[in-house]
């Protein structure tokens, strides 16, 4: 993390340069909305909604889904990157069950996490109401714009009180009715992400059937 360290100092100095109307805290860099430390978990209550076109029925599932920050490593670009083992169980008095491992780091102007091979640019650096960053932009995928919606916000999420919560807009439909969709996620400060809304629905007709899904994570405990 020297490298990291050393860039954060010098983009502080440069922050701290800037006019008033356009200074950021240091702050509000805030490398720990990622809540990479080895070591740490975060465990999320799962609710999962799967529509069928075709029955016009809707199958739900609850589980558990754990994920922990698991060691370090050198990846393939010569950073320091973290290996995430992400675990799930049915029912509180089941063992937990690996389920698949994906990967994290920071640098000094983002968040990226590599799920099923595919690697994201969760958060962006510094901080800052109203951001907007393409998603997609070191994966093959089309350019998907992301946003902060709110940041350093007080919210209770699973139960638990959190004192410093963000919020990114990843995509929300403008047609409701025929696509619904809506992807959104929260991060807290010190524990990393909170919250994760995965919405995707559609119709052939206003009146017909949904098909797709409705997944929601939310917190329910962490440590570490």
Partial sequence: MR???????????????????????????????????????????????????????????????KEV?????????????????????????????????W????????????????KYVKLIFPVKLDKTWNGNAMNNNSEQEYIFTAINQSETIG???????????QYDSPEKLLTPELFEEKYARGIGMVYKRSLSLSRGSFSGPFLGYDVTMTLSSYGG
């Fill in 159 to 169: 139960g638990i009180a959190l004192g410093s919560v963000l919020t990114v807009l």
């Fill in 69 to 101: 920050v698991d060691s370090k490593f050198t990846d393939l670009e010569g950073e320091e990157a973290f290996k995430i083992i992400r675990y799930r169980k049915d029912h509180d008095t089941l063992a937990w069950n690996l389920l698949d491992v």
């Fill in 3 to 65: 490298k990291v360290f050393s860039l954060i100092s010098v983009i502080t100095v440069i922050l701290f340069s800037c006019s008033k109307d356009e200074e950021i805290t240091a702050t509000e860099i805030a490398y720990d909305y990622a809540g990479l430390e080895v070591g740490k978990y975060v465990v999320y209550d799962v609710d999962s909604l799967t529509h069928n076109d075709f029955t016009g029925t809707i199958d739900t599932a609850s589980y558990q889904i």
């Fill in 103 to 118: 990967s994290s780091k920071i640098t000094a102007t983002n968040f990226q996490k590599t799920e099923e091979n595919i």
